[in-house]
């Protein structure tokens, strides 16, 4: 069965460094999303991406973040410079074109970032 | 902030049905019921979703009153693995353009226990 998947699955970083993470969506999706979970709080959704562009994003989501897609497969989440309070399972998630029931979105595993 | 109301913890022993209560009273028309779970820091996993029946899979039955105003996800024969947090979420289905993405409560942490 085909999934998302992220890599890596920990990364530990200085406050202040550039991260990327990484993520491959399901072949024929074409909605992909960034969530992030800060330890023992909820699942927060961050920016969703159609079409080459930001859908929407949320106020967590500022000037500091930015998405790609550089080629057919990967979507990244960038962050420029990371500060102690980024530290968060980072998930990635991607649905297909929506039609019927079939907008369902599907997650990966997740990158366990740790900002020192 | 999430339309829904969940308890936040439940116990269910093994080989039990868990039935996981959801109220989403300000539920609109075009929203769907969705239910995710969390198996300890995982990515979450889809399991059902419905608009105004009941719906069964593999995994799950979701069981939708008539005014839509609250659910119930039943896991006919939990097992250990069936330990996690349950999301149960409202939103509109997406079409063309629309994107939905979920808005996470707190959810039920359902213990299953031998």
């Known amino acids: 069965e085909p999934e998302v998947t992220q890599t890596p699955s920990h990364q530990v970083t200085q406050m202040g460094q550039e991260v990327i993470l990484r993520c491959v969506p399901i072949s024929n999706h074409l909605y992909f999303y960034w969530y992030r979970q800060i330890l023992g709080q909820k699942v927060e959704f961050l920016v969703s991406f159609y079409n080459n562009e930001i859908s929407e994003k949320s106020e967590i989501f500022d000037d500091q973040f930015s998405v790609e897609r550089p080629d057919g497969s990967n979507f990244t989440l960038k962050i420029r410079s990371t500060k102690l309070e980024d530290s968060a399972m980072y998930f990635c998630?991607?649905?297909?074109?929506?039609?019927?029931?079939?907008?369902?979105?599907?997650f990966g595993p997740g990158t366990r970032l740790t900002v020192l | 902030d999430a339309k829904t109301t969940q308890p936040p913890s439940m116990d269910c022993a093994e080989g039990r049905a868990a039935n996981l209560p959801c109220n989403h009273s300000?539920?609109?028309?075009?929203?769907?019921v969705y239910w995710y779970r969390q198996i300890h820091s995982q990515g979450p996993q889809y399991i059902i979703h419905?608009?105004?029946n009941n719906e069964t899979n593999e995994m799950a039955s979701l069981i939708i009153t008539e005014d839509r105003k609250s659910s119930t996800l039943i896991l006919p024969h939990a097992t250990l693995r069936d330990t996690a947090v349950y999301y149960c979420i409202v939103r509109v289905a997406g079409y063309g353009g629309s994107q939905g993405n979920l808005i996470f409560g707190k959810g039920t942490k359902l213990s299953v226990k031998p």
């Open positions: 300000t539920i609109s028309g075009n929203e769907y």
């Open positions: 998630a991607s649905r297909p074109l929506a039609g019927g029931f079939t907008d369902t979105q599907y």
């Open positions: 419905g608009l105004k």
